[in-house]
């Protein structure tokens, strides 16, 4: 690989086999080109966010070391989510309804990132302890560009309603 960056993707399903969705989507990131997964959370069981009127969420967070350029990654984490049957409406309206599977690249080294349809560092990544405490597990000094320490945000908000899974749980 040619220069490579630390990439950090969150991993989100509320429909279906969530697990296998969620253990699919790490081996289909792993095999991206000129990209290397370094490491992957455990699974969070959280209650839904935004809407609550829907299933809970296992949740995920997976370190990738990449050459691919930032939008280029996204494009790839969107193929991914259309394999796993995540059709997005074109104006927005299930932002945060039920899905197979929702990636969202979290933060993308030390860069920032503000393009129509890319932000980098998520934008609500410091205010949401289902991406903040995966994070956190794997990347206990990471720093969030504009916020500081991944797990001094985490200190800032409620964590209730996250569950860690035991290693093989999340049917």
Do not use: C, K
């Not at 932000?119 to 916020?147: K, N, Q, Y």
């Amino acid at each position: 690989m040619t220069s490579t960056v630390s990439a950090y993707i969150g991993l989100g399903s509320n429909l279906g086999d969530s697990a296998g969705v969620l253990r699919a989507a790490l081996r289909a990131l792993a095999a991206l080109p000129e990209s290397r997964l370094l490491r992957a959370s455990r699974l969070y069981r959280t209650a839904a966010w935004g809407r609550t009127d829907q299933p809970d969420f296992l949740n995920a967070v997976a370190q990738l070391e990449t050459a691919l350029p930032a939008r280029e990654l996204l494009a790839a984490m969107l193929g991914i989510e259309r394999e796993a049957g995540r059709a997005r409406s074109a104006d927005g309206s299930d932002r945060w309804g039920p899905r197979t599977l929702d990636l969202d690249l979290l933060l993308y080294g030390d860069t920032v990132i503000a393009e129509a349809g890319l932000h980098v560092p998520h934008p609500h990544l410091h205010e949401r302890a289902f991406a903040l405490t995966p994070l956190v597990e794997i990347a206990p000094e990471v720093s969030i560009a504009g916020v500081g320490l991944a797990r001094e945000a985490l200190g800032r908000i409620d964590l209730g309603g996250i569950e860690a899974l035991p290693e093989g749980e999340g049917s």
